[in-house]
């Protein structure tokens, strides 16, 4: 992408906390909490970000995978992980999909500007670039990572070591 907005805010400049930052030190007991009257843990939205980014992907580079028939699908079936090391892999798995994303937004752009076929009725309303997914991916993220950082607040483990806004 010609400017480098994209790229600021996938890792957290301007008004977007850096996701990374947001999630490197909650630990698995952390990440399986939850709030009552709020539907999901932190571990359950990482988890829900990990499936959109690998699914949108997967459609920019020109697969079909099937559109989930229920929104239900798209979170896990557990509220937390089993394992310390569950939750870690599934850190390293959103870091590298983060990756693969500032990747792909410094491709020419021809490749940001291919059509990117639906697999859904409702992607044939809106915009199906490669950039336009790519916004549209950095847009979801940052609303879960929003949601993120208020349940840090509320389990009294905000801000994070490296530091983040604290108002």
């Given at each position: 992408?010609?400017?480098?907005s ?44 990990n ?84 916004w ?32």
């Amino acid at each position: 992408m010609t400017d480098h907005s994209f790229q600021e805010l996938l890792y957290g400049k301007g008004a977007h906390v850096d996701p990374i930052v947001c999630l490197e030190d909650v630990s698995a007991t952390v990440a399986r909490r939850k709030v009552d009257g709020y539907p999901h843990s932190i571990w359950e939205i990482v988890w829900h970000l990990n499936y959109w980014m690998d699914y949108d992907m997967r459609r920019m580079a020109g697969e079909r995978p099937p559109y989930p028939e229920h929104a239900q699908e798209s979170w896990p079936s557990s509220a937390g992980p089993a394992s310390e090391e569950e939750w870690l892999s599934q850190l390293r798995r959103f870091g590298s999909l983060l990756d693969k994303l500032m990747t792909l937004s410094a491709a020419d752009r021809e490749t940001l500007q291919r059509h990117v076929e639906p697999t859904h009725p409702s992607h044939e309303t809106r915009a199906s670039t490669v950039e336009a997914m790519l916004w549209q991916t950095l847009v979801h993220n940052s609303y879960h990572i929003g949601q993120i950082a208020m349940l840090r607040r509320c389990f009294g483990v905000w801000p994070p070591k490296r530091g983040s806004d604290t108002w």
